[in-house]
């Protein structure tokens, strides 16, 4: 992924509200005078454009194009383009499929910032027309900051159906203007197909647009990639992403239903390092499609901390990759889902934090009963419990507070608190997780929670028995949640949202005093 200096010069204005903006076409300035051509000559932007990754100075900005051609970058603080801050190009070839993505450096804290994409073809030199996005740096003060945060999306079958409005929930997102969203995992459902249509049991019937590559469970690489272009072929997908940064990571259905590093492999066997071929290839379909930033050495890595400004760290982590096995039981009452190494990173990072908020997003919940996750059911720490309760009794011995978990998975909506007086296990701290998807697939039932940690359910909603499992997104049952923290206050607000933009629940958490132990000046 190449990277940029920007220049540090720009000015200042506030972003202005504009519903059709990421699909715009520039018309000023060098990235918007192509050269004289016919349309077939020039290449084309395949898809949609997104930022991701944005702190308070630089971002990840990706794109694809449909041929091999150089994707050339320009940032702006003012909408006309009329000052441009930063300039960059990367290549975007065959052995990418044509996606590339840029860091930017050394942007503007707290600003605003547009972007224009255009894709140059390498062998000609043809310009291809611009296309203009927008995100907003992470602030360097104290400034009121929103995000949301959901997952799942064309799950079960229940993809884009253009006559009930696509992915309606991408366009409900946007008209909530968030400074940046957070995509908890599941972005495609690799091992689910797409069919043309599906019954819904009032009788209707659910057309879905259809690719070849959806048409089997992914095994290839070509398929994998197919299933991240799929999303793309919705306008409310690629306006949302043009306008609202996206925090990446992932769970099982990129690669295949509950899948673990050594329990998940195919026909084509198995890495020269012991990886299996069809985990590779659904990691590396991944890192094509996301704007994600590599982590130095450590390519491929989807653990890593985003800070955003004084009032907020988020801790993106991965439960997926370093994980036992597949199902969380065995004689030896040993398991792990985050691995040594990632477990030890966590809790340097959140030991090491000074942000006001500390935000752990999570591709599985902590609480719910799964075989798949921690919980196993009522009882003192067993297996993966084990590594959560370790993570706990550290933070409290840290005296670190305000910490959220952040999740979905689960295809339906919840808000869970931890309470150490109702646990079996009570060596930690208070705290909340908040649970809240799908964004697009079927809707299940609120699941079972187990007392090792002590969560109650203060409030929970998805389909009903009466309605039955895997409830179709037409039904309305599909969430997101969405975070306020107050720039005065430090207030967060948290409220669990639908489709239909309803707020369905909603608590404010006021943020508590660290309690770390004094540190002892240490004399030779």
């Given at each position: 992924m190449a990277s940029l200096r920007a220049a540090r010069a720009w000015t200042r204005r506030q972003f202005l509200v504009r519903s059709t903006s990421s699909l715009a076409i520039a018309s000023l300035g060098t990235l918007a005078t192509?050269?004289?051509?016919?349309?077939?000559?020039?290449?084309?932007?395949?898809?949609?454009?997104?930022s991701g990754d944005v702190s308070d100075g630089s971002a990840v900005i990706w794109a694809r194009a449909d041929r091999p051609a150089r994707m050339q970058v320009e940032c702006s603080t003012v909408e006309s383009f009329k000052t441009i801050i930063a300039s960059a190009s990367g290549d975007a070839l065959p052995d990418a499929d044509f996606t590339s993505k840029l860091l930017l450096n050394d942007l503007p804290a707290g600003q605003d910032i547009?972007?224009?994409?255009?894709?140059?073809?390498?062998?000609?030199?043809?310009?291809?027309?611009?296309?203009?996005?927008?995100?907003?740096?992470?602030?360097?003060?104290?400034?009121?900051?929103?995000?949301?945060?959901?997952?799942?999306?064309?799950?079960?079958?229940?993809?884009?159906?253009?006559?009930?409005?696509?992915?309606?929930?991408?366009?409900?997102?946007?008209?909530?203007?968030?400074?940046?969203?957070?995509?908890?995992?599941?972005?495609?459902?690799?091992?689910?197909?797409?069919?043309?249509?599906?019954?819904?049991?009032?009788?209707?019937?659910?057309?879905?647009?259809?690719?070849?590559?959806?048409?089997?469970?992914?095994?290839?690489?070509?398929?994998?990639?197919?299933?991240?272009?799929?999303?793309?072929?919705?306008?409310?997908?690629?306006?949302?992403?043009?306008?609202?940064?996206?925090?990446?990571?992932?769970?099982?259905?990129?690669?295949?239903?509950?899948?673990?590093?050594?329990?998940?492999?195919?026909?084509?066997?198995?890495?020269?390092?012991?990886?299996?071929?069809?985990?590779?290839?659904?990691?590396?379909?991944?890192?094509?499609?996301?704007?994600?930033?590599?982590?130095?050495?450590?390519?491929?890595?989807?653990?890593?901390?985003?800070?955003?400004?004084?009032?907020?760290?988020?801790?993106?982590?991965?439960?997926?990759?370093?994980?036992?096995?597949?199902?969380?039981?065995?004689?030896?009452?040993r398991g792990w889902l985050l691995g040594a190494e990632q477990l030890g990173w966590l809790k340097r990072e959140l030991a090491a934090s000074r942000a006001t908020w500390r935000v752990i997003a999570a591709d599985l919940p902590i609480g719910l009963v799964s075989l798949d996750a921690v919980a196993l059911g009522n009882g003192a720490p067993d297996r993966r419990e084990h590594e959560i309760a370790d993570l706990l009794a550290s933070i409290k011995r840290a005296g670190i507070r305000n910490i959220v978990w952040l999740t979905a998975d689960m295809h339906y909506t919840a808000a869970h608190y931890y309470d150490p007086n109702k646990a079996q296990f009570q060596d930690f701290e208070p705290f909340w997780e908040f649970v809240s998807g799908p964004l697009h697939a079927g809707t299940w039932g609120p699941g079972e929670l187990d007392d090792t940690f002590g969560p109650v359910a203060m409030y929970q909603n998805g389909c009903s028995a009466a309605q039955g499992e895997n409830l179709a997104p037409c039904f309305g049952l599909q969430f997101f949640g969405r975070v306020d923290i107050d720039g005065a206050t430090g207030v967060m607000t948290v409220t669990l949202k639908d489709v239909g933009n309803r707020d369905l629940w909603s608590v404010d958490i006021v943020p508590q005093p660290e309690a770390r132990p004094a540190v002892v000046a240490q004399h030779s």
């Open positions: 192509p050269h004289l051509s016919r349309a077939a000559d020039r290449p084309r932007i395949a898809g949609g454009i997104q547009f972007y224009r994409v255009r894709f140059d073809d390498i062998a000609t030199g043809i310009a291809g027309e611009a296309r203009v996005g927008h995100f907003r740096t992470a602030p360097a003060a104290s400034r009121s900051i929103s995000f949301l945060w959901s997952g799942d999306v064309a799950g079960q079958g229940w993809g884009i159906d253009i006559s009930r409005g696509g992915y309606r929930s991408y366009r409900t997102m946007l008209d909530n203007r968030p400074d940046f969203f957070i995509h908890s995992g599941d972005h495609i459902y690799a091992d689910c197909t797409i069919p043309s249509e599906q019954q819904l049991p009032n009788g209707e019937t659910w057309r879905n647009l259809v690719t070849e590559e959806k048409a089997e469970v992914a095994h290839t690489l070509a398929q994998f990639r197919g299933n991240y272009k799929y999303n793309h072929l919705d306008e409310n997908f690629r306006a949302f992403h043009a306008e609202v940064p996206m925090f990446a990571q992932w769970d099982d259905h990129e690669v295949t239903n509950d899948w673990s590093p050594t329990g998940s492999y195919d026909e084509a066997g198995f890495e020269d390092d012991g990886t299996p071929r069809l985990v590779a290839r659904a990691r590396r379909a991944f890192f094509d499609f996301m704007p994600i930033r590599d982590i130095g050495a450590r390519q491929g890595r989807v653990y890593r901390k985003i800070a955003y400004g004084p009032l907020l760290d988020v801790f993106m982590i991965d439960m997926r990759s370093y994980r036992d096995n597949s199902w969380n039981k065995g004689d030896d009452h």
